[in-house]
């Protein structure tokens, strides 16, 4: 099964049960190799008559939670526990997680901000597009797996779409957050027209979830754990994976519900500056409280600046490298408010 007009070609075929393993071949002609191709992990276990579910990982190269518990999970799932199908994306954009960046060294694209993607654009246009228009064709759902990169540090955090009474396709992202039982989740505005993952999902009537796990260019135990424990509810709720017994502990834990409905909530540094962050992960903070410091030791008489946030919320997210230019986001806030 293709797209008709992608030239990207799987090695097997996404429609045949069992576990098959293998990539998808992107074409590319360069210097180095006048008739290679870019292959793109891809596993498919598929049995019986459940729903589809895509895994995808490496969307940014620069986040490993997901590449690690997703190349774990490709161990132990096998046709015979499945109801349905899992197609499992480790390195989604390759390029960029084989040279462990967020953007593709080939096309300097960022692939969740390539969404519909383009089937004679650059590779990671081609990428999007044949994510979007076979695979997230094909599922009945989808879990995208990040993390801050290596710029952001992220406690472990659910993302979906905010929905109106009466949206059943929110209904249902919101109890795959419930089911997951991350310790944060948080909700963000409709995502059609956007290019993101997520956007694509809900454009091909997938029930897409993200999640945010951890970051600074490393792991994070914890937040791994939290991130393959969920993954496994997540399976075992929808009874497309039915594994023997599930972890201990698996009962999920109380989720802390955010949203992101204010250009408030993200901050920003003014000016370039050596970034000191004033308060930590997981803290409150309130409109004017300082959130962090500017220094210029190129002009150390200089007063530093001082950053302060614009609405009240609780820190999801911080900046990692302290060098910082004007542009760069400093905090990510998530708020109580409906
Ligand atoms: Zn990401």
């Known amino acids: 099964m293709t797209s008709a007009n992608s030239i990207i070609e799987p090695t097997f075929d996404l429609s045949a049960s069992g576990k098959q393993l293998g990539y998808l071949k992107l074409p590319h002609s360069v210097h180095r190799s006048a008739y290679g191709f870019i292959p793109i992990p891809i596993v498919s276990v598929k049995n019986g008559t459940g729903p ?180 496994r509810r997540l399976l075992h709720h929808l009874k497309i994976w039915s594994p023997i017994t599930l972890p201990p502990a698996s009962e999920p834990e109380e989720t802390v519900y955010l949203n992101s409905n204010s250009e408030n909530l993200l901050v920003y540094a003014d000016q370039a500056g050596l970034f000191e962050p004033a308060v930590q992960l997981g803290d409150m903070v309130v409109t004017n409280q300082i959130a962090g410091y500017l220094h210029h030791p190129d002009t150390p008489w200089l007063k530093p600046e001082e950053v302060r946030f614009k609405t009240d919320g609780l820190v999801l997210a911080k900046r990692i490298p302290s060098l910082s230019e004007r542009g760069d986001c400093l905090f990510h806030l998530g708020n109580f408010d409906r």
């Open 52 to 231: 589809t579910i895509l895994l995808s990982s490496g969307v940014h190269g620069d986040e490993f939670e997901g590449q690690i518990a997703l190349t774990k999970l490709i161990k132990e799932i096998e046709p015979a526990q499945v109801n349905g199908q899992v197609i499992i994306l480790t390195m989604t954009n390759f390029p960029a997680a084989k040279a462990g960046l967020r953007t593709s060294p080939v096309d300097d694209l960022n692939l969740n901000r390539e969404f519909p993607g383009d089937p004679h654009g650059t590779p990671t246009s081609q990428i999007a597009h044949f994510v979007e228009t076979v695979l997230m064709s094909m599922a009945d759902y989808s879990f995208d797996i990040h993390s801050g990169g290596t710029s952001l540090h992220y406690l472990p955090t659910i993302l979906y779409r905010a929905g109106k009474v009466g949206d059943e396709q929110a209904d249902k992202c919101k109890e795959l957050v419930t089911t997951f039982g991350a310790p944060y989740a948080i909700s963000i505005p409709s995502n059609k027209g956007i290019r993101t993952t997520m956007a694509a999902a809900e454009r091909q009537n997938a029930i897409g979830i993200g999640g945010e796990f951890g970051g600074s260019g490393t792991v994070s135990s914890e937040s791994l754990q939290i991130c393959e424990l969920g993954i």
